[in-house]
């Protein structure tokens, strides 16, 4: 599949895949996408406490980034395991600009660590953040009770249903704690009704720029 890098509306880069006109993240804004969406709709309720992160789709590292960074501000102990099953490769990721739009300078060699380090092992990228990346499909995911919030990033509905549906929302509220959080950009009906029926409590917030809506659940017990 052809792949091409372009710039997003707030400046930020991201992976456009052509024979599905998508990409990995929002044309609106790749890097306000994350913030609104995984950090401050997930991250911030857990605040001045250990969190432990399990996303869905480690792509292009972004995510990973902006929450390490969050780490070193916040001084907070983030144990992050980042799925994906086609990983990013050398040239793509040289061509993020995330470094420079996020004004994270002096974390450049982190960002560059995060995709270096090896594949399913546990690496520690600083006092404070610890990253695992596992090379693995979706449907294999099989962790129980292990993560406090999750980040649900994988492609859209329109291009690959088979990411939103009953059995791997099923395998996501399995890898959640009691009481565990699951945010994602998408706000679909169908979407809805798979998170329902496998025991999530759904809620619907204000979506990232250029999306009117988005989801947040939880697993209530």
Request: include cysteine; aromatic fraction near 14%.
């Amino acid at each position: 599949m052809e792949r091409e890098i372009i710039k997003t509306l707030d400046g930020s880069t991201t992976i456009h895949l052509k024979e599905w006109d998508e990409c990995y993240h929002s044309k609106h804004g790749a890097i306000q996408e994350a913030k609104h969406v995984f950090i401050k709709n997930g991250l911030s309720l857990f605040e001045n406490k250990p969190v432990s992160i399990l996303e869905i789709g480690f792509g292009t590292g972004l995510n990973a980034f902006i929450t390490f960074l969050e780490s070193i501000e916040k001084k907070q102990q983030i144990d992050y395991v980042g799925v994906e099953a086609y990983p990013v490769d050398a040239k793509e990721v040289l061509g993020m600009n995330y470094v420079d739009e996020l004004e994270a300078g002096d974390f450049e060699s982190i960002f560059q660590k995060m995709h270096e380090v090896g594949w399913d092992q546990k690496n520690e990228i600083s006092s404070e953040f610890s990253l695992t990346k596992r090379k693995q499909f979706f449907d294999e995911i099989n962790d129980f009770e292990a993560f406090d919030l999750i980040y649900f990033d994988a492609f859209g509905y329109r291009v690959q249903p088979e990411l939103w549906s009953t059995e791997i929302f099923q395998k996501m509220y399995n890898s959640l704690k009691p009481n565990g959080v699951l945010v994602t950009y998408a706000a679909r009906g169908v979407v809805k009704r798979s998170m329902i029926e496998v025991g999530f409590t759904v809620e619907k917030l204000a979506g990232p720029p250029g999306k009117r809506e988005m989801f947040r659940t939880f697993k209530k017990v």
